[in-house]
């Protein structure tokens, strides 16, 4: 059973214009949130977190905005850029220590 | 900036063969982790260690083992590797201080069985 779902497998965006990636989960004992990025032949990089306490983080381009009752959290990039084309991948845990599950990945493709 | 480096971008190797991924990461980082990636699939979990000597198992265990000898290097051991192997391997890293403190990922083993 999947506890951490991205439901788009792929999202297209214009350069300039808001890049909106959604992640649902099941577990309601998560309360780590984060997201990754990764381009081809790399390892995923570190994002953004957001712990359950927060209902939005904010760090630059990038905004995560957790809502807890429905179990949804959302990664906007604001304003969307060509370099920003990779697969994002959400991942929560119990805990700042727990393990992370990931879900299956977005592949945002930013065209110029 | 921390860094988590694996040994080998790219590997092939036959089926039957006892193959090892080798991790090191230089942050002085306890735990230590080992991911596969498959399209469609995501990051799913093998192996974690929290310290020296210590491992558990993840989600999807079974085909592998592993070894914490050092604080710094923890290794993936495919016992007698299958084509259902073939994959990207991802190690990462993190420290137990507390605050939000993320996964530290390598670049990835693509490891290929023949």
């Known amino acids: 059973d999947q506890q951490v779902k991205q439901n788009s497998p792929s999202l297209s965006v214009q350069e300039g214009r808001i890049s909106i990636l959604n992640c649902d989960y099941t577990n309601s004992m998560f309360d780590y949130f984060l997201w990754y990025k990764k381009y081809p032949a790399e390892g995923p990089t570190f994002l953004i977190s957001i712990s359950s306490i927060k209902d939005k983080n904010e760090d630059g381009r990038f905004t995560v905005f957790l809502n807890k009752s429905a179990k949804h959290l959302s990664l906007h990039i604001v304003p969307s850029q060509p370099g920003d084309s990779a697969v994002y991948f959400c991942?929560?845990?119990?805990?700042?220590?727990?393990?992370?599950?990931f879900g299956k990945g977005t592949k945002l493709s930013v065209k110029p | 900036d921390v860094k988590v480096t694996q040994s080998s971008r790219y590997l092939v190797k036959r089926t039957g063969e006892k193959v090892f991924l080798e991790c090191v990461q230089d942050m002085d980082h306890e735990n230590m982790f080992w991911y596969r990636q498959d399209p469609g699939l995501g990051l799913r979990l093998i192996y974690f260690?929290?310290?020296?000597?210590?491992?558990e198992k993840g989600d999807i265990p079974e085909g592998y083992s592993v070894s914490r000898e050092k604080k710094e290097r923890f290794s993936l051991i495919l016992e007698s590797a299958s084509t259902n192997q073939t994959s990207m391997y991802l190690c990462a890293s993190s420290s137990i201080v507390q605050g939000l403190e993320p996964q530290h990922f390598g670049d990835g083993t693509r490891l290929s069985i023949l």
């Open positions: 260690s929290y310290d020296v000597k210590m491992k």
């Open positions: 991942a929560a845990s119990e805990g700042s220590q727990g393990n992370l599950i």
